[in-house]
């Protein structure tokens, strides 16, 4: 379980990235958190993992405070991050198992690897091909399946769809709903408002570091998540 | 955990193409330069037991002591080979004559100008110009890198201590570069142990080369860290470059150079020149005061009825007082030169340095015997045998000017070449080495340590975003 409380970052510089956040991903669920660019959504995530450190509140991952026990905390959580480049001389493969191993999978066999490489759509003849040869969409489902290959019980991705290609969108969202229903808790910052009314149980916009809007699936759907999303970004322009 | 992410930094270079750039610059520098290294000793070996043959052979049957030339003969050191050092800077011949005194000659420079012009490409400059480089162009981006692809959030992700990602940065570059540096000194002492330059299996031998070896190994581990922590201190690997490159030029052609000049500036110490005019002139001023002396002694014996032996016993004293004077005034101006060049070279040394090229140049040299404190032994030794020649045979029958009557020289007895005393210069022992570089060795060890908590520090506050 993901659990932010009253999360509050303020740079050294006076910015104000986020205003005491609150909101909870629960196992099996898949929270998308929507806004525009700089509202805060990656200040978030970089709170949950630890990158930087919150000015006030807590980043909790399965209870654990990330900022008093990072180390442990990240045991119970994968990231997928929006630019996926990793290692552009090692297969995909040996990328696969230098960070299988970082998480804490030393033992896991080439056909494992395999495995989890065609469960994100990855074809066959791409699993020893460098990974600098693959395009961005193939680069993406390398990133997915490392955080499948961790198997925690918390998923924190960040922009995932960004410059994927509606098949590879689409193959996307069917590993998500996988995801879930594995019990996965997953945090998904996304400005692809189609795909988090496809996907979401909860949703909530950000605006200039304010968690503004916070609706459940059926709130979503009845009210109109595309009309309530743009009505707040207009808000925002305003 | 910690072996995984050596792995990854291995596989990751070893794939890279400055591995190959790496490994073909090691292959033809470090081989062919001690191969080159060991032709040229194998010559001036034999250049020196020619010298030693020649020398023996003109000295055969009698000889007059006071126009006998004591020669000595250094022969160049073994392991000059890997470290030239001053080997071709300080003499390797001494001439003891009476009256021209003490001189010294340097063969090899005029064998070989422009190795001293250019310098040599032995094991000292390619690790000390070379492998610095190179470890810069292989740690520039250590850190960057991985953040400006996105490796370094998704490697943080996991419950990795930040220390292990710094220490497999380090191990694994490290290892990297350790599989071409040994390879082409495998092959370059394959090479000296096929040509026999070099008995390289002796224990002695094999010490000694453990040392500089060891000594090259800590000084190219300095640059390593020192590029993890200037790649760890910038966010853009074009920044972290040019901030190694400014530094690399700094410390391998600033600092070392510069080093002498500042302390010719806080410590300045006249010319051996003026030097050697000073004691010219106290020379002169002693023979004018022995003159005046012993013109009166000699006035004063003129009638007298034992005339000569009257004046040989006014002269003794006089002659005696005067040669003490004279010793102590130029022992006095030479000591003094001696202990401020001294002071000037030791603060030049220290400043030096503060690059750990100067520590692996002292470090080095004074292992392969071609260091600062050799070259000072060396012209200790040969004073001390100038001395040994003067006393045992130049003094032999001699007598001191008599004014107005020239040179007077009573011929004492013909001498052998068995009389004549013999130059001997050994190579210091290893201990005796090691006494003079493990201020050096620990220095570059610190130098590691400095850099590294350096590069620690700077991670553990590396902003990964």
């Given at each position: 379980?993901?659990?932010?409380?009253?999360?509050?970052?303020?740079?050294?510089?006076?910015?104000?990235?986020l205003?005491?956040?609150?909101?909870?991903?629960k196992?099996?669920?898949?929270f998308?958190?929507?806004g525009?660019?700089?509202?805060?959504?990656?200040?978030?995530?970089?709170?949950?993992l630890?990158?930087?450190?919150?000015?006030?509140?807590?980043?909790l991952?399965?209870?654990?405070?990330s900022?008093?026990?990072?180390?442990?905390a990240?045991?119970?959580i994968?990231?997928?991050?929006?630019?996926?480049?990793?290692?552009?001389?090692?297969?995909?493969?040996?990328?696969?198992?230098f960070?299988?191993?970082?998480?804490?999978?030393?033992?896991l066999?080439?056909?494992?690897?395999?495995?989890?490489?065609?469960?994100?759509?990855?074809?066959?003849?791409?699993?020893?091909?460098?990974?600098?040869?693959?395009?961005?969409?193939?680069?993406?489902?390398?990133?997915?399946a490392?955080?499948?290959?961790?198997?925690?019980?918390?998923?924190?991705?960040?922009?995932?769809?960004?410059?994927?290609?509606?098949?590879?969108a689409?193959?996307?969202?069917?590993l998500?709903?996988?995801?879930?229903?594995?019990?996965?808790?997953?945090?998904?910052?996304?400005?692809?408002?189609?795909?988090?009314?496809?996907?979401?149980?909860?949703?909530?916009?950000?605006?200039?570091?304010?968690?503004?809007?916070?609706?459940?699936?059926?709130?979503?759907?009845?009210?109109?998540?595309?009309?309530?999303?743009?009505?707040?970004?207009?808000?925002?322009?305003? | 955990?910690?072996?995984?992410?050596?792995?990854?930094?291995?596989?990751?270079?070893?794939?890279?193409?400055?591995?190959?750039?790496?490994?073909?610059?090691?292959?033809?520098?470090?081989?062919?330069?001690?191969?080159?290294?060991?032709?040229?000793?194998?010559?001036?070996?034999?250049?020196?037991?020619?010298?030693?043959?020649?020398?023996?052979?003109?000295?055969?049957?009698?000889?007059?002591?006071?126009?006998?030339?004591?020669?000595?003969?250094?022969?160049?050191?073994?392991?000059?080979?890997?470290?030239?050092?001053?080997?071709?800077?300080?003499?390797?011949?001494?001439i003891s004559?009476?009256?021209?005194?003490?001189?010294?000659?340097?063969s090899?420079?005029?064998?070989n100008?422009?190795?001293?012009?250019?310098?040599?490409?032995?094991?000292?400059?390619?690790?000390?110009?070379?492998m610095?480089?190179?470890?810069?162009?292989?740690?520039?981006?250590?850190?960057?890198?991985?953040?400006?692809?996105?490796?370094?959030?998704?490697?943080?992700?996991?419950?990795?201590?930040?220390?292990?990602?710094?220490?497999?940065?380090?191990f694994?570059?490290?290892?990297?570069?350790?599989?071409?540096?040994?390879?082409?000194?495998?092959?370059?002492?394959?090479?000296?142990?096929?040509?026999?330059?070099?008995?390289?299996?002796?224990?002695?031998?094999?010490?000694?080369?453990?040392?500089?070896?060891?000594?090259?190994?800590?000084?190219?581990?300095?640059?390593?860290?020192?590029?993890i922590?200037?790649?760890?201190?910038?966010h853009?690997?074009?920044?972290?470059?040019?901030?190694?490159?400014?530094?690399?030029?700094?410390?391998?052609?600033?600092?070392?150079?510069?080093?002498?000049?500042?302390?010719?500036?806080?410590?300045?110490?006249?010319t051996?020149?003026?030097v050697?005019?000073?004691?010219?002139?106290?020379?002169?001023?002693?023979?004018?005061?022995?003159?005046?002396?012993?013109?009166?002694?000699?006035?004063?014996?003129?009638?007298?009825?034992?005339?000569?032996?009257?004046?040989?016993?006014?002269?003794?004293?006089?002659?005696?007082?005067?040669?003490?004077?004279?010793?102590?005034?130029?022992?006095?101006?030479?000591?003094?030169?001696?202990?401020?060049?001294?002071?000037?070279?030791?603060?030049?040394?220290?400043?030096?340095?503060?690059?750990?090229?100067?520590?692996?140049?002292?470090?080095?040299?004074?292992?392969?015997?071609?260091?600062?404190?050799?070259?000072?032994r060396?012209?200790?030794?040969?004073?001390?045998?100038?001395?040994?020649?003067?006393?045992?045979?130049?003094?032999?029958g001699?007598?001191?000017?008599?004014?107005?009557?020239?040179?007077?020289m009573?011929?004492?007895?013909?001498?052998?070449?068995?009389?004549?005393?013999?130059?001997q210069?050994?190579?210091?022992?290893?201990?005796?080495?090691?006494?003079?570089?493990?201020?050096?060795?620990?220095?570059?060890?610190?130098?590691?340590?400095?850099?590294?908590?350096?590069?620690?520090?700077?991670?553990?506050?590396?902003?990964?975003?």
């Amino acid at each position: 379980m993901l659990q932010a409380k009253d999360l509050t970052k303020r740079y050294e510089d006076g910015h104000l990235a986020l205003d005491h956040i609150n909101f909870e991903v629960k196992a099996g669920e898949i929270f998308c958190l929507l806004g525009a660019n700089g509202a805060g959504k990656t200040t978030t995530i970089n709170l949950f993992l630890n990158f930087i450190d919150p000015t006030d509140g807590q980043a909790l991952i399965n209870e654990i405070d990330s900022s008093k026990a990072p180390l442990e905390a990240k045991k119970h959580i994968a990231y997928v991050s929006e630019n996926v480049m990793l290692y552009g001389n090692f297969t995909a493969r040996q990328n696969l198992d230098f960070f299988a191993k970082l998480g804490g999978k030393p033992n896991l066999s080439k056909e494992d690897y395999y495995a989890v490489m065609r469960q994100v759509g990855l074809q066959e003849k791409a699993f020893e091909a460098k990974l600098k040869t693959f395009s961005k969409g193939m680069r993406q489902k390398i990133g997915i399946a490392i955080a499948i290959i961790k198997d925690a019980e918390n998923i924190l991705l960040d922009e995932p769809t960004s410059g994927l290609d509606p098949k590879a969108a689409a193959e996307f969202q069917k590993l998500l709903l996988q995801l879930k229903k594995e019990g996965k808790a997953i945090f998904m910052s996304t400005h692809d408002i189609f795909r988090a009314k496809a996907v979401a149980d909860r949703v909530g916009i950000m605006k200039e570091g304010r968690l503004v809007m916070l609706r459940t699936r059926e709130q979503f759907l009845e009210e109109n998540l595309e009309t309530l999303y743009l009505d707040y970004m207009q808000e925002v322009a305003a | 955990m910690l072996k995984t992410l050596i792995k990854k930094e291995l596989l990751d270079n070893l794939l890279s193409l400055r591995f190959f750039i790496t490994l073909l610059l090691c292959v033809l520098l470090i081989p062919i330069g001690i191969y080159v290294g060991a032709q040229a000793y194998q010559s001036r070996v034999e250049n020196y037991r020619q010298g030693l043959a020649l020398y023996q052979d003109s000295m055969q049957g009698t000889l007059n002591p006071q126009q006998v030339e004591a020669k000595g003969l250094r022969p160049p050191s073994p392991f000059s080979i890997f470290a030239d050092g001053m080997d071709r800077s300080i003499p390797d011949e001494f001439i003891s004559t009476r009256n021209d005194g003490l001189k010294m000659q340097n063969s090899a420079a005029q064998d070989n100008p422009l190795a001293v012009l250019f310098g040599r490409v032995d094991l000292l400059f390619v690790v000390g110009v070379v492998m610095s480089l190179l470890a810069t162009l292989f740690t520039f981006d250590a850190t960057t890198r991985e953040k400006e692809r996105g490796t370094l959030r998704l490697a943080l992700a996991n419950a990795l201590p930040r220390h292990l990602i710094l220490l497999g940065k380090l191990f694994g570059h490290l290892l990297t570069f350790l599989i071409p540096f040994i390879l082409s000194m495998l092959i370059a002492l394959l090479i000296l142990a096929v040509t026999g330059t070099m008995a390289i299996f002796d224990s002695v031998n094999l010490g000694r080369l453990a040392l500089i070896l060891t000594t090259a190994l800590l000084f190219i581990s300095a640059f390593f860290t020192l590029g993890i922590m200037v790649s760890t201190l910038n966010h853009r690997s074009l920044t972290a470059q040019i901030t190694l490159l400014f530094l690399w030029v700094l410390l391998i052609f600033g600092v070392p150079r510069i080093s002498g000049m500042l302390a010719q500036i806080i410590k300045p110490v006249k010319t051996l020149q003026t030097v050697n005019l000073e004691t010219q002139l106290i020379r002169k001023n002693i023979e004018a005061e022995k003159a005046s002396a012993l013109g009166d002694a000699l006035m004063r014996s003129i009638g007298s009825s034992n005339g000569e032996d009257d004046y040989d016993k006014l002269r003794e004293p006089i002659v005696k007082a005067l040669k003490e004077k004279e010793n102590r005034e130029i022992l006095a101006i030479q000591e003094d030169y001696k202990h401020k060049k001294a002071a000037q070279t030791r603060l030049a040394a220290n400043l030096s340095r503060l690059s750990p090229l100067g520590s692996l140049t002292f470090g080095m040299t004074h292992l392969a015997g071609t260091g600062l404190d050799d070259a000072i032994r060396l012209e200790q030794r040969a004073r001390q045998f100038h001395n040994e020649a003067e006393r045992d045979i130049h003094n032999i029958g001699w007598k001191d000017m008599i004014p107005g009557k020239g040179m007077r020289m009573t011929f004492g007895r013909w001498i052998t070449f068995d009389e004549v005393p013999r130059f001997q210069h050994q190579q210091r022992s290893l201990a005796e080495s090691f006494q003079s570089c493990w201020f050096d060795i620990t220095l570059l060890i610190l130098f590691n340590l400095l850099f590294f908590a350096g590069a620690y520090v700077a991670f553990l506050r590396y902003d990964v975003r």
